[in-house]
T-cell receptor, first 115, second 112 residues
Framework: EPEVTQTPSHQVTQMGQEVILRCVPISNHLYFYWYRQILGQKVEFLVSFYNNEISEKSEIFDDQFSVERPDGSNFTLKIRSTKLEDSAMYFC?????????????FGDGTRLSIL | KNQVEQSPQSLIILEGKNCTLQCNYTVSPFSNLRWYKQDTGRGPVSLTIMTFSENTKSNGRYTATLDADTKQSSLHITASQLSDSASYICVVTRGGNNRLAFGKGNQVVVIP
C-alpha cells in the first residue's frame, strides 16, 4: 500500500538555525498538509497546500514557516531561525481530494529537537 | 471553542479483554468524526470515519459509535491483542473549512 514518507526521522538543530523537513506524499494525492505534535500535547494543524499554493494555515504558521513543492514529488516545510519551542514531532499528510470524507494519510513524522 | 476531549487518558487491559474509549467534542459545525490508531513512533492511521447520519461503524475488532446529538463517540475494541497497544486519537472534521481537531488520545496498553 502506498505510504507518505518523511525524512529525516530525527533532526537535531541549534537554536537560530534553519531546518527543512521533507515529505513525499502518495503519488496520486493532490492535497498536502503539515501538522505538529509537541510532546504530550495534541496534534495541531499547521498548513494545507493545494495546486502549488497554501489553501489554509493556522495561527501557529507564522512568517517563520514556509512550505514548498519544489518538484513533482517532494513537499517541504522550512522553519527559519528555529526556537526551542519548535521542538516537536512534525507530521506530513496527504489526501486524494479536499473532500472531508477522504482520509488524510500520515507519514511517520520527523522528530525535531532544538538545542 | 472547537475542542475534542478523550477519556480515559490511559488504560491497561489484559489480552483478550474488551475496552471502550470515549470522545466528547464541541466542534461546530460538524462534518465527520474519525478514530485514528497511532503506534509508538509511527504516524496516525485511520480506523473508522462517521458522518452525521451514521451512529455505528466497524473495522474488524474495532467498533465506533457516534451520538451527534450529545456530541459523543466511543471506540470499542473487542478481544484485544498485544498489537492493539497504541494511542487512539479521536479527530473531528469541522464543516466549512475541513479543519481537523484532534483529541489528545487514549493510550492503551495490552498485557499478556
Amino acid at each position: 500500500e502506498p505510504e507518505v514518507t518523511q525524512t529525516p526521522s530525527h533532526q537535531v538543530t541549534q537554536m537560530g538555525q534553519e531546518v527543512i523537513l521533507r515529505c513525499v506524499p502518495i503519488s496520486n494525492h493532490l492535497y498536502f498538509y503539515w501538522y505538529r505534535q509537541i510532546l504530550g500535547q495534541k496534534v495541531e494543524f499547521l498548513v494545507s497546500f493545494y495546486n502549488n499554493e497554501i489553501s489554509e494555515k493556522s495561527e501557529i504558521f507564522d512568517d517563520q514557516f514556509s512550505v514548498e513543492r519544489p518538484d513533482g514529488s517532494n513537499f517541504t516545510l522550512k522553519i527559519r531561525s528555529t526556537k526551542l519551542e519548535d521542538s516537536a514531532m512534525y507530521f506530513c499528510a496527504s489526501s486524494v481530494s479536499g473532500n472531508s470524507n477522504q482520509p488524510q494519510h500520515f507519514g511517520d513524522g520527523t522528530r525535531l529537537s532544538i538545542l | 471553542k472547537n475542542q475534542v476531549e478523550q477519556s480515559p487518558q490511559s488504560l491497561i487491559i489484559l489480552e483478550g479483554k474488551n475496552c471502550t474509549l470515549q470522545c466528547n467534542y464541541t466542534v461546530s459545525p460538524f462534518s465527520n468524526l474519525r478514530w485514528y490508531k497511532q503506534d509508538t513512533g509511527r504516524g496516525p492511521v485511520s480506523l473508522t470515519i462517521m458522518t452525521f447520519s451514521e451512529n455505528t461503524k466497524s473495522n474488524g475488532r474495532y467498533t465506533a459509535t457516534l451520538d451527534a446529538d450529545t456530541k459523543q463517540s466511543s471506540l470499542h475494541i473487542t478481544a484485544s491483542q498485544l498489537s492493539d497497544s497504541a494511542s487512539y486519537i479521536c479527530v473531528v472534521t469541522r464543516g466549512g473549512n475541513n479543519r481537523l481537531a484532534f483529541g489528545k488520545g487514549n493510550q492503551v496498553v495490552v498485557i499478556p
